[in-house]
């Protein structure tokens, strides 16, 4: 099992255009996650997306960022007209479905760092 | 608010001393601790989580309710421990269980020579 794949690692974009951040699960694992995690911080939610399903995405920005996990295919974070505030490192976990009420551990992955000029 | 607090960007020890890396929370409720690793180039991984109560590459963190705490510890340092350490969080949001994590800002961990 290769681990949870994103790509691309390092993404440079000028302010105005778009970013597309996508992130492979592990084989077997049916949840993602994404965080962001600004320069000189922790790690912060965003988004949790089971296949074809936004479970809770108030970790978002209002406007500009979606997320999708497709039936087949990566999940993808999408960042329209990209601003200077949006340089960060995006990371993605995924984990296999829980029991009840119960999670199971997140792997992450290495991660994309984006560079908006 | 759910919050998690590492209170030191920067822990600096020598090899052999011991080692105790702070996080404190606030959570209204049961959570579930966790305290997650990232290597030099590598990327973040789980190091133990307070209900397996196992120790991990010498590591300890015990979970207090009355202090709202679960420091890291280990009592002897060894130089592949230097790393990025951080305490994370994870329990019920309201009337949601989505099972995200609520990070620390993190505590590098420098073990020299």
């Known amino acids: 099992n290769a681990g949870v794949m994103q790509n691309p690692r390092h993404l440079v974009r000028r302010r105005g255009q778009e970013a597309r951040l996508r992130c492979s699960p592990m084989?077997?694992?049916?949840?993602v996650y994404w965080y962001r995690q600004l320069p000189e911080e922790g790690l912060k939610f965003m988004v949790y997306?089971?296949?074809?399903?936004?479970?809770?995405e108030s970790g978002m920005p209002k406007e500009r960022f979606s997320a999708e996990f497709p039936k087949e295919g990566p999940s993808i974070l999408r960042i329209q007209q990209v601003v200077r505030g949006d340089s960060a490192a995006y990371f993605c976990?995924?984990?296999?479905?829980?029991?009840?009420?119960?999670?199971?551990?997140?792997?992450f992955g290495p991660g994309t760092r984006l560079t908006v000029l | 608010a759910q919050r998690v607090t590492q209170p030191e960007k920067l822990l600096s020890v020598f090899k052999g001393a011991p080692v105790e890396l702070k996080c404190n929370y606030s959570?209204?409720?049961?959570?579930?601790l966790f305290w997650y690793v990232q290597y030099s180039r590598q990327r973040l991984q789980l190091l133990l989580r307070?209900?397996s109560r196992e120790s991990i590459k010498g590591f300890t963190a015990d979970l207090n309710k009355g202090e709202t705490s679960f420091h890291l510890k280990k009592p002897f340092a060894q130089e592949e421990d230097s790393a990025m350490y951080y305490c994370?969080?994870?329990?019920?949001?309201?009337?949601?269980?989505?099972?995200?994590?609520?990070f620390g800002q993190g505590t590098t961990l420098q073990v020299k020579p």
């Open positions: 976990a995924s984990s296999p479905p829980g029991t009840g009420l119960s999670y199971n551990e997140q792997f």
């Open positions: 084989k077997g694992h049916s949840h």
């Open positions: 997306l089971q296949k074809e399903n936004i479970i809770d």
């Open positions: 959570y209204s409720g049961s959570p579930e």
């Open positions: 307070h209900i």
């Open positions: 994370a969080l994870r329990g019920p949001d309201g009337s949601s269980n989505t099972g995200k994590l609520i």
